[in-house]
Nanobody, 125 residues
Framework: QVQLAESGGGLVQAGGSLRLSCAAS????????MGWFRQAPGKEREFVAAISTPGGITNYADSVKGRFTISRDNAKRLVYLQMNSLKPEDTAVYYCAADRQLWSISSLTSAYDYWGQGTQVTVSS
């Protein structure tokens, strides 16, 4: 089992940047593929990005391609989401999630086994 804790959210103006971090504790971090999802008020949780554990293969939602970058540091047990050129429509609670399938870069919420509590990102226009 793994416990996840997100940090780094906040209020930023449109066009700005934020870097989210997700710290993992418990089971061996390198045994999990990792993903980021977000949920805006009144909307369903949606996929943002994912990264596998061997090889660091990545997958991004079309809405964030070219603006967001997911990365991981297995030694530090951290996964990051670098968010650039932020838009008001990026406003949401951002969640990290862990998938026991090592090579997974799934965009499906059902594929993930563990979730953090989320961190709020608000982008003002």
């Amino acid at each position: 089992q793994v416990q996840l804790a997100e940090s780094g959210g906040g209020l930023v103006q449109a066009g700005g940047s934020l870097r989210l971090s997700c710290a993992a504790s418990g089971s061996t971090f390198s045994n999990y593929a990792m993903g980021w999802f977000r949920q805006a008020p009144g909307k369903e949780r949606e996929f943002v990005a994912a990264i596998s554990t061997p090889g660091g293969i990545t997958n991004y939602a079309d809405s964030v391609k070219g603006r967001f970058t997911i990365s991981r540091d297995n030694a530090k047990r951290l996964v990051y989401l670098q968010m650039n050129s932020l838009k008001p429509e990026d406003t949401a609670v951002y969640y990290c999630a862990a998938d026991r399938q090592l090579w997974s870069i799934s965009s499906l919420t059902s594929a993930y086994d563990y979730w953090g509590q989320g961190t709020q990102v608000t982008v003002s226009s």
